[in-house]
């Protein structure tokens, strides 16, 4: 990475993170839902967008359609007062989603001329709305929950921790390349410390949860719900296994986004966000971090 890419990089970081903070600790569920709703469109254009290069012609608008149905859905949801995190609701209704939305394209794809694009396109857009929108939409279900905003700035702490120690560790001592196929600047050294500095940093935040839910609340950040106020805090073991799993999760979702834009022959899916590429390059970790989370915290509510 260039040295004028790296300040981009930090630049950008320095004006996104403070905003992402407050909108996770502070904003209503319904602002929430429909910024993410706004993020799950311009990630799924990049992705559709890096299909074009597999000879595939994708379902743009029925795609944006299905994304943008599913999120209002969802903001009438998170208008409600009743947690609404429980395998037998939202997980069904998630799945429900999933598979309707394949059929929803393969019935579209029916009234195109060349129907040999038409199983390619379909296939493009259900994998892009399981892909993208639905862990964006686990990340607004889990902000509705008690201690959701705690939740969620857990798993950010942790993928970000995680991200910024691989790349540093990596660059100054990585040697033996983890996947110099798909990405060749990875290596083991790196996803050894992003693993280190992600358990580090969430055991942390879990141990010292009391003293920073107090401190967000006296500084209007948070409300009562949303930490860990009145919760039994989980034991410490139980908190690094979870975060050493959110970690491995992040790392390959990382890989993954790098074998789709590999095989696209491309080096960023965008270029929205100065010195990170596109929105694809900057959440490809939390799209396979944050089912990890919600699944954690679904089976926690029905202990």
Same mark, same amino acid.
């Given at each position: 990475?260039?040295?004028?890419?790296?300040?981009?990089? =930090? %630049? +950008?970081? *320095?004006? !996104?993170?403070?905003?992402?903070?407050?909108?996770? $600790?502070?904003?209503?569920? @319904?602002?929430? /839902?429909?910024?993410?709703?706004?993020?799950?469109?311009?990630?799924?254009?990049?992705?559709?967008?890096?299909?074009?290069?597999?000879?595939?012609?994708?379902?743009?608008?029925?795609?944006?359609?299905?994304?943008?149905?599913?999120?209002?859905?969802?903001?009438?949801?998170?208008?409600?007062?009743?947690?609404?995190?429980?395998?037998?609701?939202?997980?069904?209704?998630?799945?429900?989603?999933?598979? =309707? %939305? +394949?059929? *929803?394209? !393969?019935?579209?794809?029916?009234?195109?001329?060349? $129907?040999?694009?038409?199983? @390619?396109?379909? /296939?493009?857009?259900?994998?892009?709305?399981?892909?993208?929108?639905?862990?964006?939409?686990?990340?607004?279900?889990?902000?509705?929950?008690?201690?959701?905003?705690?939740?969620?700035?857990?798993?950010?702490?942790?993928?970000?921790?995680?991200?910024?120690?691989?790349?540093?560790?990596?660059?100054?001592?990585?040697?033996?390349?983890?996947?110099?196929?798909?990405?060749?600047?990875?290596?083991?050294?790196? %996803?050894?410390?992003?693993?280190?500095?992600?358990?580090?940093?969430?055991?942390? $935040?879990?141990?010292?949860?009391?003293?920073?839910?107090?401190?967000?609340?006296?500084?209007?950040?948070?409300?009562?719900?949303?930490?860990?106020?009145?919760?039994?805090?989980?034991?410490?073991?139980?908190?690094?296994?979870?975060?050493?799993?959110?970690?491995?999760?992040?790392?390959?979702?990382?890989?993954?986004?790098?074998?789709?834009?590999?095989?696209?022959?491309?080096?960023?899916?965008?270029?929205?966000?100065?010195?990170?590429?596109?929105?694809?390059?900057?959440?490809?970790?939390?799209?396979?971090?944050?089912?990890?989370?919600?699944?954690?915290?679904?089976?926690?509510?029905?202990?």
């Amino acid at each position: 990475m260039g040295v004028q890419r790296l300040i981009k990089r =930090i %630049a +950008t970081a *320095v004006v !996104l993170i403070p905003i992402v903070l407050l909108l996770v $600790l502070r904003a209503p569920v @319904p602002v929430v /839902a429909a910024v993410t709703a706004i993020v799950a469109l311009l990630t799924v254009q990049e992705f559709l967008k890096l299909t074009e290069s597999y000879g595939v012609l994708p379902l743009h608008k029925p795609t944006y359609g299905v994304v943008v149905l599913f999120f209002v859905l969802l903001m009438f949801n998170a208008g409600q007062q009743k947690p609404l995190l429980s395998t037998d609701i939202f997980g069904v209704a998630a799945a429900f989603a999933a598979a =309707i %939305a +394949t059929f *929803v394209f !393969l019935t579209i794809a029916m009234r195109r001329d060349n $129907l040999s694009t038409g199983y @390619p396109a379909a /296939a493009a857009s259900a994998f892009g709305f399981a892909y993208i929108a639905l862990p964006l939409a686990m990340l607004v279900q889990l902000r509705q929950q008690w201690a959701g905003a705690f939740l969620i700035l857990y798993l950010l702490l942790v993928v970000w921790s995680g991200d910024i120690f691989a790349y540093f560790i990596g660059k100054a001592i990585g040697r033996h390349l983890m996947a110099p196929r798909i990405s060749p600047k990875k290596t083991w050294e790196g %996803a050894i410390a992003s693993l280190v500095a992600s358990m580090t940093i969430g055991g942390a $935040l879990f141990y010292y949860s009391s003293q920073v839910c107090t401190a967000f609340l006296q500084w209007g950040l948070i409300q009562r719900r949303d930490g860990m106020f009145g919760l039994e805090k989980p034991t410490l073991l139980p908190i690094l296994a979870l975060t050493a799993v959110l970690n491995i999760a992040a790392q390959l979702g990382d890989l993954v986004e790098s074998l789709i834009k590999r095989g696209a022959g491309v080096k960023d899916s965008g270029a929205i966000l100065p010195g990170h590429g596109g929105m694809l390059d900057r959440i490809d970790a939390l799209l396979f971090a944050a089912p990890v989370l919600w699944v954690w915290a679904a089976w926690r509510v029905t202990q």
